[in-house]
């Protein structure tokens, strides 16, 4: 019996030495295979640093890299010489550093374009619509390079961001055009010697607001129609992304636009802000950014009485009923959720899944995210970028907690990618409720937020539930509930079974706290022009 138990005892620790072992190779192969794991992801890395050092020394011959900012014509430093440095999201490194110019800056450049503003706007339609159809020229024949300082400064894939050039480009092809269609009216008199008529002039000086998203679409989308109308411009893009924008002027210039009618300062945004505000040579503000800074905006604008449109924030709902085909669905909601990795004021910020097929869809939808390749914007077949800065990462992460506290279900990602900087997994979460910072904010960011709703009457409530009225998307194939959806939803914009409306030929904007008018189409002019009713009396004296 105690030879039994020794013997069991003996065998015993045998099996535990050998599964120590065991471990501890597992243990090592792990270590090994991690190990060699970072030193591939290490050696990519720097293979594709390298590629992008080269990307940026080409672009710097090519002319196009400007790092100064262009008053008159001219292109200048800060006059204190300060400046501020562009990253690379992808990777943290210093770019450029660019001027970080202030009031004195921007009131020269409001001085330079309210002096060419009296030769600018006398000119005939026909002369201006040639120049910018030249600058649009340029951007076509230069979208390559152009799409690469995209996605050095911002980080989006190379893809995207040449696709952002043809779409900005669009703008300043189709302007071009409007601006050889501004019409006025012959108006019937009540008195017989009188005879009335309306005319449409150019605003003015025009101060452009611009965000880091999209570096040159949101600027070509307000540029092309005021220069069409007549008017000149101060452009103030993101400290983020100036790059893109010092690029565009410098081909507007190539094209023939005159010095002073484009000017670009950067740097201190509050003081270049309140200069605009101040300055009565400016008439009009356009701007594209968040709603906290566009109030401001409004206010600050009342003091001068300016004109003012506003592309705010938006919280689009994409609604999928159960008759609609889930592969469209599915298609067109990761292209509006996953593009530009969820920055967009458009993306799908809330997908409501009718219940009928509320599992079939989150789990193809859960499929076709896991398929996206992450990664640097230069690599292939990368389908998501980094998010622009650390804030952004931290905002995602604090939506994500807040959604999960309160009863979500992580479905897929949910954290930062082993990438690193500020990489984020695609994510998918479901059963988000009307309590969670998900559904009442945008997210800006590669997050999925699924609801389930029964019918379209809970639909449309939970869809109009939100302070922001920019765009709204339903998947349908009942004609007859399109229409309704299309009518009801609270949007300014309506998408049905498509997901990426926006085009220079329709009119884009929203309406609650979305903001301000219209930009694109015939209707994107307007905002641009003053009309002048003039009567001319006694007409029937000699």
Known sequence: MTMTVATRAIATARSAVRASRLRNVFTAQKSQSHALLIRQMSSEAQSMRSEEQSIAARLRSSGLFRSQGLIGGQWIDAYDGRTIKVHNPANGEVIANVPLMSKRETDDAITSAYDAFKSWSKLTAADRSNRLRKWYQLLTTHKEQIGQLITLEQGKPLKESVGEINYGASFLEFFSEEAKRVYGDIISPTIADRRLFVLKQPVGVVGVITPWNFPL?????????????????????????PLTALAAAELSLQAGIPPGVVNVVMGDAPAIGDAILASTQVRKITFTGSTAVGKKLMAGAAGTVKRVSLEL???????????????????????????????????????????????????????????????DGFGEGVAQG????????????????????????????????????????????????????????????????????????????LANDA???????????????????????????VGVNESLIATEVAPFGGIKQSGLGREGSKYGMDDYLELKYVCLGNMDGN
Request: a neutral charge.
């Open 467 to 493: 302070n922001a009225g920019l765009a709204a998307c339903v998947y349908t194939n009942n004609i007859q509930r399109s229409w309704r959806m299309a009518e009801a939803l609270e949007y300014g914009m």
């Open 313 to 375: 924030g938006g919280n689009a709902p994409h609604i999928v009923f159960d008759d609609a085909d889930v592969d469209v669905a599915v298609k067109g909601v990761i292209a509006s959720k996953f593009r530009n990795s969820g920055q967009t004021c458009v993306s799908a910020n809330r997908i409501l899944v009718q219940q009928g097929i509320y599992e079939k869809f989150c789990n193809a939808f859960s499929k076709a995210a896991q398929d996206l390749q992450v990664g």
């Open 386 to 461: 980094p998010l622009i800065n650390e804030a952004a990462v931290q905002k995602v992460e604090k939506f994500l907690r807040d959604a999960i506290t309160k009863g979500a279900k992580v479905v897929l990602g949910g954290k930062r990618h082993s990438l690193g900087m500020t990489f984020f997994e695609p994510t998918v979460i479901a059963d988000v409720n009307s309590d969670m910072l998900l559904f009442r904010e945008e997210v800006f960011g590669p997050v999925a937020p699924l609801l389930p709703f029964r019918t379209e009457e809970e639909a449309i409530g």
């Open 217 to 241: 679409a949101m600027i070509t989308r307000k540029v092309a129609p005021a220069l069409a109308c007549g008017c000149t411009v101060v452009i103030k893009p993101s400290e983020l992304t």
